[in-house]
Structures are given as C-alpha cells and as structure tokens.
Antibody
Framework: QVQLVQSGAEVKKPGASVKVSCKAS????????IYWVRQAPGQGLEWMGI????????TYAQKFQGRVTMTSDTSTSTVYMELSSLRSEDAAVYFC?????????????WGQGTTVTVSS | SYVLTQPPSVSVAPGQTARITCGGN??????VHWYQQKPGQAPVLVVY???DRPSGIPERFSGSNSGNTATLTISRVEAGDEADYSC???????????FGGGTKLTVL
C-alpha cells in the first residue's frame, strides 16, 4: 500500500542541525510533490516547504528560508528535510506528506511524524 | 500574510450535524482542503478542493466555500469523529500554504 515512513525521533542541542528522512513506497516518488509540515506541542499545523522529487525544485516558507534544505534521492525513493541552527522553538513533530499537485487535491498521504526535541 | 480563522472548539451531540468554519479574505476564490487529526496521529485529508472527498471518507463529511467563509459539515456525528480539524489554502500572494489554527470537535 501507499506509505510514507519517516525516520525516528531525534534529540538535538540548540544550534545543531537535524535531518529527517521520508521514504515513499507503493507509488512512484516522482509522480507526487512532497510537503513538510510541523506541529509544535499543542499548536496547529505549520507548512515548511515543498519539493518536487522530479527535478528537485523546492519552495520554502519564508520563515525557514536559509535554515531549511529539502532534497530527494529517487534511487531510494527517499526525501530529506534538514533544519539547521535549531532553537527551542523548533521542538515539534515534523511530518512529510504527498500531493499530486501544488494547488489542488490536498495532501492525501502523510508520514507518521518525527519528534524533534531541542534541549541543552 | 494570509490568515485563516477557525473557532477553537465546536461541540455537538451524537447524531447531530457539526459545522466547522474557516474564515479568510475572499477565501471563496481559492481551493480549501480539510484535515482531521486525532491525538498522537498524523492528519488525514477528509475534504479537498472545497467539497470533494478522498476515497474511504464517509459521505457524512462535506464541504462548501463561498465569500469569506469555508465550511466543513459533518452529518450524523459519531463518537469517532472527535478530533481536531484544520483548513488549508494556498496563498497566491506569498506562494505559501497556510493552515487554520484548528478546531477541536467534541462529541458530547
């Protein structure tokens, strides 16, 4: 079945970087965009950016410009999101999700989420 | 930046109809998606493009969008519908996806 499986929980110190993976199965990675969304404890969903695995084009939310990098490896059907210069406010659950189109159809399959803890 | 406003909470008795709103400036001119999220789980798409349902989503879930308000309607509410519901739109002025703050649906 169609799945997005994310890497496990991470604990990082302030100032460090974290790299979260999202492995796609059950469909062709390059046929869908991959979005990254995060959710801080008790808060709503926050869009971080989008990558087109077919070609690697990215668009990042302005809030994360300069700190986030999204990449894809089509040979392993895996997409990565790296966030640098971590601060306490980056503690959240990070989700990847796929969508067939940038504007329409929504995000129809989500990963299980990766918890990132930022603590000294 | 574009702001989506949702009520923090909505309560409804089982079998009744729940309506969850999502307010935004001229939101009727763009496509709205709705997600259901239960505690500790990833969101699930329940309505896309204002009023379409993904396969597997019950017909009890429907959506509408006009003017400055989009609405998710859940008919014949069941205990299992208790969750947070968030709306989402594409803000063309900033090229950003925007989420509403979420509404907690409580089934009494």
């Amino acid at each position: 079945q169609v799945q997005l499986v994310q890497s496990g929980a991470e604990v990082k110190k302030p100032g460090a970087s974290v790299k979260v993976s999202c492995k796609a199965s059950g469909y062709i990675l390059t046929n869908y965009y991959i979005y990254w969304v995060r959710q801080a404890p008790g808060q709503g969903l926050e869009w971080m950016g989008i990558i087109n695995p077919s070609g690697g084009n990215t668009t990042y939310a302005q809030k994360f410009q300069g700190r986030v990098t999204m990449t894809s490896d089509t040979s392993t059907s895996t997409v990565y999101m790296e966030l640098s210069s971590l601060r306490s406010e980056d503690a959240a659950v990070y989700f990847c999700a796929r969508g067939p189109d940038v504007y329409y159809y929504g995000m129809d399959v989500w990963g299980q989420g990766t918890t990132v803890t930022v603590s000294s | 930046s574009y702001v989506l406003t949702q009520p923090p909470s909505v309560s409804v008795a089982p079998g009744q109809t729940a309506r969850i709103t999502c307010g935004g400036n001229n939101i009727g001119s763009t496509s709205v998606h709705w997600y259901q999220q239960k505690p500790g789980q990833a969101p699930v798409l329940v309505v896309y493009d204002d009023s379409d349902r993904p396969s597997g989503i019950p017909e009890r879930f429907s959506g509408s969008n006009s003017g400055n308000t989009a609405t998710l309607t859940i008919s014949r509410v069941e205990a299992g519908d208790e969750a947070d519901y968030s709306c989402q739109v594409w803000d063309s002025s900033s090229d950003h996806w925007v989420f509403g703050g979420g509404t907690k649906l409580t089934v009494l």
